[in-house]
């Protein structure tokens, strides 16, 4: 019963994702918002709904390891996994706004929940303070985007839908993944204590990998489609919304206590997206094997949480 409250719980969020992120890309994509900003924060916010909720939950539920896991894992995930793969099928262009300013932010919000998590804590000024960069990295992207310094964006070519539809999906997509991410969190946390894996290694893997599949699918079919911008916003967008969002809210709504993650988990953490950021700065590019190293270092860091747990 776990496990099918797991592919239950998964099939929902995904499909909720699904549905909320286009919604709001429909909704922003009326007010012709460019690329960069629409992958920085509607789908970035809309394919990390289900870390969101699922962090919550496991929050209240009082595992506070599968929350703060979820999120370092899912940023792992986002930045070796889906930009390597993505990079694999398609050769990624980065914008030089992007390498300047977008990813030192995802970099500085990594060490600075490395640096908030070392006393083995997330407490609610912690989480206020992150939740308080979330909101001057949201008006940040837009004050640029308003400004015209993100014009050399091409505008998204979508097609008009109506915005009752978009609202409805929107607020289907959010049931679907407050109901979804419930059972997900349960069955996972049955299975973890029946196998006698700990709950930080369930959500850096497992929980991590499955609540980061739409990012995954997102910027591989925006790769695929030429929309570079997208595929790395998002995922940049991601992982500044996991750690400021996530553990800013989460932290707010109940302080966490962190016992099964090490410094090796954050410290992967930061160094993959500090790595991403030398590979892009170098020629605006993220080429192919470049995303296979990405992807064999995910593999590896897989392969040793395993062998460990």
């Known amino acids: 019963m776990s496990i099918l409250y797991i592919v239950l719980g998964a099939i929902l969020v995904l499909w909720g994702a699904d549905r909320l992120t ?31 909720f699922v962090s919550l939950m496991s929050a209240i539920k009082g595992t506070s390891d599968i929350a703060v896991g979820n999120v370092v894992g899912s940023n792992i995930f ?33 060490l600075a ?3 908030m998590c070392l006393d083995g804590s997330v407490s609610r000024l912690d989480a206020a303070l992150l939740f308080v960069g979330f909101i001057f990295f949201l008006y940040y992207t837009l004050r640029l985007a308003m400004k015209g310094d993100m014009q050399d964006q091409e505008m998204v070519k979508l097609e008009e839908m109506n915005p009752w539809k978009a609202v409805g999906l ?28 700990s709950d930080a290694v369930i959500g850096l893997t497992i929980v991590a990998c499955g609540t980061s599949l739409p990012e995954l699918a997102t910027s591989v079919v925006a790769a695929r489609k030429g929309r570079s911008a997208i595929a790395i916003g998002n995922v940049i967008g ?8 996530i553990i800013g809210v989460t932290g707010m709504v109940l302080p966490m206590q ?28 993220v080429a192919r094997w470049e995303g296979a190293v990405l992807t064999l270092i995910f593999l590896g860091y897989m392969t040793w949480l395993v062998v460990n747990s």
């Not at 709001?24 to 009326?30: D, G, I, N, P, S």
């Not at 390597?84 to 500085?108: C, E, H, L, N, Y």
Request: glycine fraction near 8%; charge should be neutral; aromatic fraction near 8%.
């Open 22 to 52: 286009d919604g709001a890309t429909a909704l922003a994509h009326r007010m012709n918002v460019p690329q960069i900003v629409i992958g920085l924060t509607v789908v970035a916010m809309g394919t990390s709904m289900p870390e969101f």
């Open 170 to 197: 929107v607020v289907l997509g959010l049931l679907c993944l407050v109901g979804g991410s419930n059972v997900f969190v349960e069955g996972a946390t049955v299975i973890a204590h029946s196998l006698g894996v």
């Open 78 to 110: 986002n930045t070796l996994m889906i930009v390597g793969v993505t990079a694999m099928v398609a050769p990624m262009v980065i914008s030089k706004s992007t390498v300047r300013k977008d990813i030192p932010f995802a970099v500085a919000a990594s």
């Open 113 to 115: 929940l490395l640096v």
């Open 258 to 285: 962190i016992e099964g993650l090490t410094f090796i988990d954050f410290g992967i953490m930061l160094s993959a997206i500090i790595l991403l950021w030398l590979f892009c700065y170098t020629r605006f590019t």
């Open 238 to 245: 991601s992982n500044v919304f996991n750690i400021l969002m």
